[in-house]
């Protein structure tokens, strides 16, 4: 069994802040763990609005606090985001996420990130980033 408590693992090596300043993340479950996903608890900081498109992941995110907005950027649909909404990128949707107010968002990737993971230019992650170390 694992288990792990959010605070200790915010004051670790699996608490990753985006060098863009929009997000951090700390990330609770690893590819190291042998799950076969990984989980996240990701604060999205007031204001930000940014692109992502995960290539080489499925992403569900789901709102736990905050509220912002999602836009796919296929169809230009809007999507409100608030406490109890799950949006789920099932096709690798090129997307804006948007933060009206500070979001704290539980995420869950497949497959499972390494843990030192930030987005690249296209606004994915890679698939064979650094791990966090034990």
């Not at 989980?39 to 940014?50: C, E, G, M, Q, V």
């Not at 992941?57 to 736990?64: F, R």
């Not at 390494?114 to 994915?124: D, F, M, Q, S």
Request: hydrophobic content about 35%.
């Amino acid at each position: 069994m694992i288990v792990r408590d959010l605070k200790t693992a915010e004051q670790s090596n699996r608490r990753i802040v985006s060098p863009d300043g929009n997000w951090e993340s700390t990330r609770m479950l690893l590819k190291d763990d042998n799950m076969g996903f990984s989980f996240h608890i990701t604060t999205i900081y007031k204001d930000a609005d940014f692109q992502m498109h995960y290539q080489n992941h499925l992403e569900s995110v789901y709102c736990v606090s905050g509220e912002g907005e999602v836009e796919t950027l296929s169809d230009g649909k809007k999507y409100p985001i608030k406490p109890g909404t799950l949006y789920i990128l099932d096709k690798h949707d090129k997307h804006i996420l948007r933060a009206f107010e500070e979001m704290q968002m539980a995420c869950v990737f497949n497959p499972p990130l390494n843990g030192k993971e930030v987005h690249n230019t296209e606004g994915a992650y890679e698939l064979e980033a650094e791990a966090v170390s034990a």
